[in-house]
């Protein structure tokens, strides 16, 4: 946030605040977890066709692209705190809506609902993040987005369960809201309080992303593209291109999302050694090396070693999409909307666009377009150095952050 006021708070209150994004990146991430499992239930309580359950996906991505703008003014009205609390609970919240509809209407409202304050939410966080990490002087953004898969994991596990006993997903998913909304607040308390400066215009309830944003948006739709089409589609490529068997396609989607967790939680440390650049460009050609594989691929082993190396290779970009718009100019939060929303449309036409070519031609075309794009994060890596090591080193002493004001 820009044109703040300086306060010196000890480094155990940042590393604090760490900790509590960090939570709260898990909390976001338990409530897409909670939902993906219950589709399928979600689908027959509504009644609605394979056709017209895509369609109401769809308005997911609308309603975030319509509402990340709102997040930088939110959060100039009432501080960063008071804002994540508030849209973080309305996140948490907004589980319960998709499982009471009863219609194709009824749902389309519900999933803009969802998905607008999930994008709220998902901005509000990423630039806490963004400023914490500014006041470490290191790289953490791929550890909270690691944790946001973590969260993602642990809640589409307990869906699994639930599904599997053959649970009402209102009933579970009242539960759930309920747990994650308390979790969430208490998670908050922790967090920084940032406040702008009493000169600071406030920022535009909707503008059009910066520039600068529009460039790293461009780097993180080439690695969202790879991750939609890898998480909708590795199961389809290795069942309908390689006669593999049920079971081996579902642990192909499993395999992929945990070496995304788990490179996100570790890529912190390789990001700190080699920054930001040289990182996405080795996961550039990691990316495009397993997407050669599954192209090629004559046998399962192959293709999901190829979807493991596509999974390793994309996982950090989109964390350190977010770390360079918040370093890229003076409205970290307006940037951050930008490349959120890019990356939201993204994970939205990644799969329909590849169905789309898969119908023209093959799912071994489709993943050439895939490994192409992939690729681009080679040559396009360097619209992320303005995110390499930005911000005052955190002294022994104290370390400067905005002032929290009552």
């Given amino acids: 946030m820009s044109g703040v006021d300086e306060v010196i708070h000890a480094p155990s209150e940042v590393r604090r605040a760490r900790y509590a994004v960090a939570a709260v990146f898990a909390v976001h991430g338990a409530v897409t977890g909670s939902f993906a499992t219950r589709v399928p239930w979600i689908q027959d309580h509504a009644d609605v066709s394979t056709g017209q359950l895509g369609f109401a996906l769809a308005f997911t991505a609308f309603g975030a692209a319509c509402a990340m703008p709102l997040a930088g003014s939110i959060t100039h009205r009432f501080g960063s705190r008071a804002a994540l609390r508030g849209l973080l609970a309305l996140w948490t919240l907004s589980l319960t809506l998709p499982a009471i509809a009863p219609n194709l209407l009824t749902l389309c409202l519900a999933m803009f609902a969802y998905g607008a304050s999930a994008g709220m939410a998902d901005v509000a966080m990423n630039a806490l993040g963004v400023e914490v ?29 639930a599904a599997h006993l ?13 747990v994650l909304t308390l979790l969430g607040l208490l998670a908050c308390r922790w967090v920084l309080d940032l406040r702008p400066a009493e000169d600071e215009e406030p920022p535009p309830r909707f503008a059009l992303p910066p520039r600068s944003a529009l460039l790293i948006g461009a780097v993180g739709f080439c690695a969202v593209f790879a991750e939609g089409a890898s998480l909708d589609w590795s199961a389809v490529y290795l069942r309908n291109q390689l006669d593999s068997s049920a079971g081996a396609a579902a642990a192909c989607t499993t ?152």
């Fill in 166 to 178: 053959g649970a009402d997903a209102r009933v579970h998913h009242v539960l759930a809201a309920a």
């Fill in 133 to 161: 990490e500014r006041l470490l002087d290191k790289s953490i953004m791929s550890g909270l987005h690691g944790m946001w898969s973590a969260g993602a994991l642990i809640g589409s596990a307990g869906g699994t369960l």
């Fill in 255 to 406: 395999g992929f999302m945990f070496t995304m967790a788990v490179a996100r939680i570790a890529g912190d440390v390789v990001v700190n050694r080699f920054g930001a650049v040289l990182t996405v460009r080795a996961g550039g050609v990691l990316a495009a090396l397993g997407g050669l594989l599954i192209v090629f691929a004559g046998h399962p082993a192959v293709a999901m070693g190829g979807f493991g190396l596509m999974g390793l290779g994309i996982a950090v970009v989109v964390p350190l999409c977010f770390a360079a718009a918040g370093h890229s100019g003076p409205n970290p939060s307006q940037a951050i909307a930008g490349v959120a929303t890019i990356t939201y449309t993204s994970g939205l036409i990644a799969p329909s666009l590849l169905g789309g070519v898969a119908q023209a031609t093959s799912l071994v075309v489709s993943f050439g377009v895939v490994t192409v794009l992939a690729f681009g994060l080679v040559l396009f890596a360097g619209v992320l150095r303005g995110g390499e090591r930005i911000g005052a080193k955190v002294s022994p002493q104290a370390a400067p952050v905005p002032e929290p004001r009552p």
